[in-house]
């Protein structure tokens, strides 16, 4: 394990002390986790974007788009756990 040090504001580590203590940890444990949790977000989000880049891409190279509407239908009745078509594609843009 390595050691990190940053420098905090007194307004902002008085305030991490105060919430740390309200969650019964350590101001040391709640700073962990607070960075844990950024760390996450910030990986989720980038593979969400990626994702949308990829299918961005497929929908660019391929021209095939669902309808709005027919995939809200499709995904309200997968929902209810009905066993729907499969939506048909249209062309990009039509």
């Known amino acids: 394990m390595s050691t990190t ?34 760390v996450e977000q910030a990986e989720r989000d980038n593979a969400f974007h990626a994702l949308a880049d990829e299918r961005w891409a497929r929908i660019l190279a391929t021209g095939e788009t669902v309808a709005w509407g027919d995939a809200r239908a499709y995904l309200s009745a997968r929902a209810q756990n009905a066993r729907p078509n499969k939506p048909a594609t249209r062309r990009f843009g039509k």
């Open 5 to 38: 040090t940053i420098r905090i504001e007194d307004e902002l580590k008085s305030r991490i002390n105060a919430a740390a203590a309200r969650a019964g940890k350590t101001a040391h444990a709640f700073i962990l986790e607070a960075l844990a949790q950024t």
